[in-house]
């Protein structure tokens, strides 16, 4: 069965490093997403692109972070000068179309920690 | 500001019995509403999608049912399974339609 795949599974960066973190959508999906999941919290929005173009983004996603689909399979989240709070599990997700009509496929995620 | 609130405490139940979690929302109007089932250290996996115009939704053990006049979704498992223990989130798109908000979610135990 198709997966969306993530790497690393688990990254350790210092303070102020850049990071970025590796996604493979279901090929045929149309639609890729960025999400976080603090430890003990919810999953939480940060970025959605179609089209080449991010079409939504939240409060979350600012200047240090940036996504990148550089060919036809890859989708990448770097993050540029982390910091603590940036500590997280990271998943990635792909759907085949607009959620109205169906469901996000999630990676099992990146776990994030910065120290 | 937009809410999905989802009981916070964790659901205890025995195998065999139904299992009702609950999610209200607040300043969405929803088209759809989705439920998924996430597992410890796991990304979360699609369970069922609910629209505005249906007011019950079943897959096999799982029923949903959408009232958008109280603005809460119930979903439940019949004849609960130990299998079945994890945490169920509830899913609301924002509004542009490009991305889905998620509850906390709530933690269901089911014992033998």
């Known amino acids: 069965e198709p997966e969306v795949t993530q790497t690393p599974s688990h990254q350790v960066t210092q303070m102020g490093q850049e990071v970025i973190l590796r996604c493979v959508p279901i090929?045929?999906?149309?639609?890729f997403y960025w999400y976080r999941q603090i430890l003990g919290q919810k999953v939480e929005f940060l970025v959605s692109f179609y089209n080449n173009e991010i079409s939504e983004k939240s409060e979350i996603f600012d200047d240090q972070f940036s996504v990148e689909r550089p060919d036809g399979s890859n989708f990448t989240l770097k993050i540029r000068s982390t910091k603590l709070e940036d500590s997280a599990m990271y998943f990635c997700a792909s759907s085949p179309a607009g959620l109205d009509t169906g469901e996000l496929f999630f990676g099992e995620g990146s776990r994030l920690t910065v120290l | 500001s937009q809410k999905i609130e989802q009981n916070s405490e964790a659901l205890n139940i025995q195998e065999g019995k139904t299992a009702t979690l609950t999610c209200n929302y607040t300043n969405y109007s929803p088209a759809y509403l989705q439920w998924y089932r996430q597992d410890p250290g796991r990304g979360p996996v699609f369970l069922l999608l609910i629209r505005e115009n249906e007011k019950e939704k079943r897959k096999e053990r799982l029923k949903v049912t959408f009232d958008t006049t109280l603005k809460q979704s119930l979903f439940h498992i019949t004849a609960s399974q130990p299998a079945d223990s994890a945490t169920y989130l509830c899913?609301?798109?924002?509004?542009?339609?490009?991305?889905?908000?998620f509850g906390k979610g709530t933690s269901l135990l089911v014992t033998p």
């Open positions: 090929s045929n999906h149309l639609y």
């Open positions: 899913a609301l798109a924002v509004n542009s339609g490009y991305a889905l908000n």
